[in-house]
C-alpha cells in the first residue's frame, strides 16, 4: 500500500526519518524555489529519483492542496494499535499524552499533532471510529510532526483510559463546565490530557473516565476556541508546569 506526502515540511521529515518508505518524487516543472533545492539535493544522495510534472498534475494528486512544488509517492507507515501502548508507556518515567476523542477535521488532527510534537508529547490517542484519517491534508498541516509524534488509534476509548489509569497515569478532560481552570490544575507527572470534539466536547462515556476536569478561562465573548487552539493552550501550560516541576 502507498500514500501521498506533499509540502517541503512533511517531504523533509520522512527523508530525515524513514528514507526506505520513498517510492517517486515529483517536483514542479521549472520551480526555483530556494527552499526547495537544499531538499531536492538531499534526496538525490539519498539515491531517490526524482521526475518532473506540471502544475495540473501535481494538483490533481493532492485535490487542489498547497503542494509548494513537491509531492512523494511513499509506503504507507504501520499506524500504531492498542496493544503498542503498554510499550510506549514503559519508555517514560511521566509519559505525557494527548487524547483526541471524535477530532474529525483533518486539519485539526494535523494541527494538534504540530502542537503536540512542539510540546514533547510521547504520543496521541484517538479512537478508531469518529476520527479524522491521517491523510495527506493533515500530514501537509502537521509540518512534519505526523512522522514523529506516535499516533495510536484505539477501538474503544474508554478502555484505553483505563489502561492508562491502571499505569498510573492521570486523566485530565476539558470542559467549559468544569469547576476549576488549567492554571488552577496540577499537570505534572504522568499525565494524559484530552480534547473534545469539534462543537460538541467530550463524549459522555469519555468524560466519566476522566480523573479532573479542567476548563479555559475565557475573558472575551467568544464562548470557545477551536480544538487545535485549545489544545496548543493546554498542552503548553503542562509543559510550563513540568518544566518548573
Known amino acids: 500500500m ?27 516543472k521549472g520551480r526555483d524555489d530556494r527552499r526547495l533545492h537544499p531538499l531536492i539535493v538531499e534526496l538525490e544522495a539519498a539515491g531517490i529519483v526524482i521526475q518532473i510534472a506540471n502544475r495540473q498534475w501535481l494538483d490533481e494528486k493532492v485535490e487542489g492542496a498547497v503542494h509548494q512544488g513537491i509531492v512523494a509517492r511513499v509506503q504507507e507507515a504501520r499506524q500504531l494499535q492498542e496493544n503498542d501502548l503498554p510499550g510506549l508507556l514503559q519508555q517514560h518515567a511521566a509519559p505525557f499524552l494527548l487524547v483526541l476523542d471524535g477530532v474529525t477535521d483533518p486539519h485539526n488532527l494535523g494541527a494538534c499533532l504540530r502542537s503536540a510534537d512542539a510540546a514533547g508529547v510521547h504520543g496521541v490517542i484517538v479512537p478508531r471510529d469518529r476520527s479524522a484519517p491521517l491523510s495527506a491534508i493533515a500530514k501537509k498541516v502537521a509540518s512534519g510532526a505526523a512522522e514523529t509524534v506516535p499516533l495510536i488509534r484505539v477501538t474503544n476509548l474508554a478502555r484505553t483510559l483505563r489502561l492508562l489509569q491502571e499505569h498510573n497515569v492521570w486523566i485530565v478532560g476539558t470542559a467549559g463546565e468544569a469547576d476549576h481552570d488549567l492554571y488552577q490544575s496540577k499537570l505534572t507527572g504522568p499525565l494524559a490530557l484530552v480534547m473534545g470534539a469539534e462543537g460538541e466536547g467530550m463524549r459522555r462515556l469519555t468524560r466519566e473516565h476522566c480523573d479532573e476536569l479542567i476548563s479555559i478561562p475565557m475573558a472575551g465573548s467568544v464562548s470557545s476556541l477551536n480544538v487545535s487552539v485549545a489544545t496548543g493552550v493546554c498542552l503548553f501550560e503542562a509543559v510550563r508546569q513540568r518544566q518548573i516541576g
Open 2 to 28: 502507498s500514500e501521498i506526502i506533499y509540502g517541503i515540511h512533511a517531504v523533509k521529515a520522512l527523508l530525515d526519518r524513514d528514507p526506505q518508505r520513498f517510492l517517486d518524487v515529483y517536483i514542479l
